[in-house]
């Protein structure tokens, strides 16, 4: 199991060996640290977590700061769950950088979409809202019937307006076109959830 911690930057276009353009998403990975192995016995589950980043010290609280110790201010810090028959060699305060992948790799990229606010059902359902005929001049974009009369109530996961965005979003079975060691960078190709800075979770099975 590979795994890795970067920030997204932009979408750019890579040509393959056989002069195809592909769309690809560039992540930026600065080297991560071990800070601790979590194992059946001791946690209930095997998982190892890995911090990455920088930050000031001061904006570290106390129980990061003991947990982190001497290996450094990191501004990240996630845990990747192994399997149970899964071993890894990781410990404590090894280090993990994108050399970790190679080009070809199949991984899923894991982060938190962009927020959009509260939006209305045409924007997030994708309803095509009343006709714009005579007699709608104000309410194109409602939503219209919301149920039936006879309960009395709205039942539960009826498609109406609210917040939009801001969820957690796993795009699988993407390929690492190129690697980018010296400069810390993967290149993977299409889209991927966030913007530019969101924390995106590597990995490969």
């Not at 996961?157 to 795009?171: N, Q």
């Amino acid at each position: 199991m590979k795994f890795i911690l970067g920030t997204k930057e932009q979408m750019t276009q890579f040509f393959n060996e056989d002069g195809v353009v592909v769309p690809a998403t560039i992540i930026s990975v600065p080297q991560a640290a071990v800070t601790q192995i979590k194992s059946v016995e001791t946690d209930g589950y095997n998982a190892i977590q890995i911090a990455s980043g920088k930050r000031k010290e001061k904006n570290i609280n106390k129980a990061q700061r003991g947990h982190f110790g001497d290996k450094g201010n990191f501004r990240f810090a996630k845990e990747f769950r192994l399997k149970n028959d899964e071993i890894s060699e990781l410990q404590v305060g090894d280090t993990l950088d994108a050399s970790v992948f190679e080009a070809g790799d199949i991984v899923a990229v894991s982060g938190i979409s962009k927020g959009k606010g509260f939006q209305g059902p045409v924007k997030r359902h994708g309803f095509s809202g009343a006709p714009t005929s005579h007699g709608h001049r104000h309410d194109t974009r409602r939503a219209g019937s919301i149920g039936a009369t006879g309960p009395q109530r709205v039942f539960k996961g009826t498609r109406m307006a609210g917040r939009m965005g801001s969820d957690r979003i796993t795009v699988k079975n993407l390929e690492v076109v190129a690697v980018d060691a010296k400069n810390g960078q993967l290149l993977v190709k299409g889209a991927l959830p966030g913007k530019r800075g969101t924390l995106l979770e590597v990995v490969s099975r």
